[in-house]
Structures are given as C-alpha cells and as structure tokens.
C-alpha cells in the first residue's frame, strides 16, 4: 500500500539482532482503511524485532488514543488504545497464514508491510461497544439522548411481547 510506505519494515537489511522500529500513527493513516468506526488518533506503535535465520518476531508496543463515536450518544470521544500483540513471520517462498499471528513470506519479499496489522491490533483493542462512560471527566449527551429514537419495533414489541412479560417476572435479586 503506497499510502503506508512508512510501515515498511525492509528486513532484509536488517542483521539477525533485536531491532526497535518506532511507527507514528495519525489521522492519515485511518483514512485508507474503509470503515468509519475510527475517524483519525494518535498513537505510536513500537515494534521490537529479532531476527534469526528465516524468522522474524515482532512484537507490537501500541499506545495513544483514536477518535470515535460514543455508540450511545453519538458524540465524538478521544478513546485511549493500549494494545500488545505478537506476529511471527517465516521467511519462506509463498504469502500465506499459518496460524493466528503466524505468517509466511516469501524471503524475497525483501520487506514487510506493518500498517494493515497495526490497523488490525488497534480495532481488536477497541470494546464492541465505545460509550462516554468509560471515559474520565465524560458523560453522555443528554440532549442528544432525548432525539435518539429508538430503533424501529424495539419498544412496541417490548411492551406486546408475551417473552418480555415473562421476563419481568423474573426476581434478579433472587
Ligand atoms: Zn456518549
């Protein structure tokens, strides 16, 4: 991906060591990827290498915050990311998954593109469900939370629905 040159990692300059790389992820960089649940952030993500043989290990350090919307009050939050994760990668002849977080390349690739794994650690640190309340010093819009109207069936089913009532009766505290 042209766009992400910058998280090239050219490995075959590097010798068999532990190496750190040190990649600053931006507004920019969200937006070649087609989904709208992160608008742009800041993070740095820092990847320690090592190196042997046919093999790489990388290990991703990433830390900063993205911009995103509340799925409650749709307000836009900074939401803080912290994320570490492990790729292995075999220096091989073919692009393949092996496992999860292991990877084939053929070793004549000459280097390996980070930004779509970065990309993919940042969305698995994110909750399914981003609300102000988690969050210091944020709570939800409630004037945006009045015109929110509900989505379409849920409350008149709710209040017609045999399976709801028989909920009701159900003594939680029990
Ligand atoms: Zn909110």
Not at 6 to 16: C, S, V
Not at 132 to 136: A, H, P, R, S
Not at 148 to 152: A, D, E, N, S, Y
């Given at each position: 991906m042209e766009k992400h040159k910058?998280?090239?990692?050219?490995?075959?300059?590097?010798?068999?060591d532990e190496h750190e790389l040190s990649f600053d992820i931006d507004d920019a960089f969200f937006?070649?990827?087609?989904?709208?649940?992160?608008h742009g952030g800041n993070l740095k993500s820092v990847v320690t290498l090592r190196k042997e043989d046919a093999l790489l290990q990388l290990q991703f350090d990433t830390e900063g915050s993205i911009n995103t919307t509340?799925?409650?009050?749709l307000n836009s939050i900074s939401y803080p990311i912290e994320s570490f994760e492990t790729l292995i990668v075999n220096l091989g002849t073919d692009y393949k998954e092996q496992d999860v977080d292991v990877i084939e390349i053929p070793a004549t690739a000459h280097k390996l593109n980070v930004a779509q794994y970065i990309y993919e650690y940042i969305l698995t640190a994110m909750p399914m469900f981003v609300n102000?309340?988690?969050?210091?010093n944020v709570v939800c819009d409630e004037q945006t939370l009045k015109y929110?109207?509900?989505?379409?069936g849920n409350e008149a089913d709710d209040k017609s629905d045999p399976r709801w009532n028989a909920l009701k009766n159900i003594d939680l505290d029990e």
């Open positions: 910058a998280f090239d990692i050219e490995f075959m300059r590097l010798n068999d937006e070649a990827f087609p989904q709208n649940r992160i509340c799925d409650r009050c102000c309340d988690d969050l210091e929110i109207v509900p989505l379409p």
